[in-house]
DNA sequence: ACGTACGATTCCACCCGACGGAAGACAGTG
DNA sequence: CACTGTCTTCCGTCGGGTGGAATCGTACGT
C-alpha cells in the first residue's frame, strides 16, 4: 500500500550480521510476503547483497518462497520461537490454565505475557471466535502502562525498571489513558498489595482489563495473565476471582514441575 | 551433559551469514540457556567471532542473557516467528475450532500441522493437564509417515515430493510401523478417498491418531488436524466425525477471511 | 510483435569489515 | 595461591563481502 516510509526503516550496521539482521526486521514488520527486491529497499540494502543473503536464509530455512515466488519467514522461525527462553516452558504449562479460564468466560479474551524491556509481549491469548476486541496476537507487544497485564508486570519490576519506564515519555492512546507517573505508581502500590488489578479505558474507551500475577518458584513475577472486557459489561470484580486462580494454577504449575 | 558430540555440528559456512545461522542453530537444538563458551564450542566458531556475534544478536533483542548470564533465544524471537508465513494465520483461525474439538475429548491430545519439506511441523497443540502422551511442543518435527496428520499431508502432496519421500529411507519407531511404499501409498489413496485416516501404533505400540484435512479457498490442503488416543481406548472410529468437523471448520473460518 | 519496466540472477575486481591469535580481566574452586 | 574456565579487548592480516554493471526472465501496455 504505502511503500514511500521506508525510509527511516533502520540503518543496518555496517556489518554482515547486521544485514542479516536488516532482513528480519524487514519481516518482522511486514505483514504480507514480500518480493526480493521489496527486501532489498527497505532493509537498505544493494540489490546483490540481498540477493546472496537471502539465498543463505533460503537454504537454512529462514525464509521460504510463496507459490507466487515472494518471500516470507519460513518454518524453522517457529521451531526457534519455540526454543525461546521464557515463552516456551511457561506457555507449555500455562496453557491448560488459560484454556480453563477462557471456557469461563466465552466472550472474552484471555492474554499470557510476559516483560521484554518497556514492552509487554503476548505468549499466549485466546479469544472467542466473535470477540474482536483487542487484535493482538502471539508475539505482539503493547507499552507497560497502558494494559492490565503491562501493569502487573511493571509493578513487580527492579524498581530501576519502573523508575526508568516513568522518566521515559508515556503513550496515551485514550482521554482516560494514564501518563501521570504519580498516579501509576499509586497503581502498583495497590497491585503489591491486592495481587490483582483492574484497568478501565486505557487502550480503547470502551474496554477494560482484569489481571492478576504468575510467579516462579522463587517469588518472582514471571508473567500476568489477564482478561479484556468491555467495559459496558456488569461488575469487572465479578471476574477478579477466576483471573487469580487461573493465575495461582500456572504458578503452581510452575512451581512444581522446576528444572 | 555429554559436551562431547559437537563433532557433527553442521560446520557454518565460511560467511558471516553462515555463521550468524549457525548460532541459531546451536540455540535450536539446545534445550537450556548456554554459556557463550558452549555456543563457541558447538557453533565451531572462535571465541572472538562468537563474543562478537553474540553481542550484535543482544544488542538487537535476538537472544537474551539469563540471570546466570547465560544466554537464551531473546523474546523477538517470537514476534519473528508470529510474523512467519502460513504459521500465523493459520492458527489464529484455527484455534477456536480446535478449542471446540479439545473441549470434547478431554484426555487427549490435539494437534495443528503443516507440511515443511519432508516433515510434519506442529502449529498448535493443546494437551489435557494429566495427557503425557506425546510430548510435541510447537515448532515439533516428525516424519511425515509415521503420524496421521504426517500422512494426511503427504496424501495431498504433489506426487513429486511422495515419489521423493519414498524413495527416501523410511524411519521406524515401532514393529508396527510402516515403511512399504506401496503400503504407504495405498494409504494416501485411501486418504483421498475418504478424507481422514486412522493410524495405529506407529510412534508408539500403544498410540493412535485420527487426522483429516484442511483445505483453504481453492482447494488445496494447507493443515492437518488430528488427534492422538491411547489404543486401549474403545472405538477410534468414533472420534473420526469430531476430527473431520474440527477440519471442516477450520477450512470455513479460512475461506470466509481470504486476503 | 515490440518496447518498457521491474525483478531476479550472475560475474567481477576492489576494499573494508571480519577473522583468529594473543593477552589481559574476572570469578569460582581446590 | 595457583588453576581452570569464561569473558573481554586489542590488533594486523586476509578473505569474504560488497556494489556496479551486464544478462536473463517475465509481465504489462501500446
Known amino acids: 500500500m504505502r511503500d514511500l516510509m521506508q525510509d527511516e526503516a533502520a540503518a543496518p550496521r555496517p556489518t554482515a550480521a547486521g544485514r542479516v539482521l536488516a532482513i528480519f526486521e524487514v519481516f518482522r514488520t511486514a505483514s504480507s510476503a514480500l518480493s526480493m527486491a521489496e527486501v532489498s529497499r527497505r532493509a537498505s540494502l544493494s540489490m546483490t547483497t540481498t540477493h546472496r543473503l537471502m539465498h543463505e536464509l533460503l537454504d537454512w530455512g529462514a525464509v521460504e518462497r510463496t507459490d507466487e515466488g515472494r518471500y516470507r519467514l519460513g518454518t524453522k522461525m517457529l521451531e526457534l520461537a519455540a526454543s525461546s527462553g521464557a515463552a516456551l516452558r511457561l506457555r507449555e504449562r500455562a496453557v491448560p490454565a488459560l484454556l480453563r479460564l477462557h471456557r469461563m468466560l466465552r466472550v472474552l479474551v484471555v492474554h ?24 493482538n496476537r502471539i ?4 507499552p507497560l ?56 479505558g486505557q487502550v480503547t474507551e470502551n474496554t477494560g482489563g482484569i489481571a492478576a500475577p504468575v510467579f516462579d ?38 512451581e512444581t514441575v522446576e528444572d
Not at 505475557?113 to 466473535?130: C, K, L, M, P, T
Not at 515519555?169 to 483492574?198: K, M, N, Q, Y
Open 145 to 200: 502502562h497502558l494494559t492490565a497485564n503491562g501493569r502487573i508486570l511493571l509493578a513487580y519490576a527492579d524498581s530501576a525498571v519502573q523508575d526508568a519506564y516513568l522518566a521515559s515519555p508515556l503513550e496515551a492512546r485514550t482521554r482516560f489513558s494514564d501518563v501521570d507517573p504519580a498516579v501509576l505508581r499509586g497503581e502498583f502500590e495497590l497491585v503489591r498489595e491486592r495481587r490483582w488489578i483492574i484497568t478501565t
Open 112 to 135: 499470557l505475557s510476559i516483560r521484554d524491556g518497556f514492552e509487554s509481549v503476548y505468549v499466549e491469548s485466546f479469544r472467542s471466535a466473535h470477540g474482536t476486541i483487542s487484535t
Open 139 to 142: 508475539g505482539g507487544r503493547m
Open 217 to 254: 518458584g522463587h517469588d518472582r513475577v514471571v508473567a500476568a495473565v489477564g482478561i479484556v472486557v468491555n467495559v459496558a459489561e456488569q461488575h469487572l470484580e465479578d471476574y477478579v476471582e477466576m483471573v487469580r486462580s487461573a493465575a495461582a494454577q500456572i504458578t503452581h504449575a510452575i
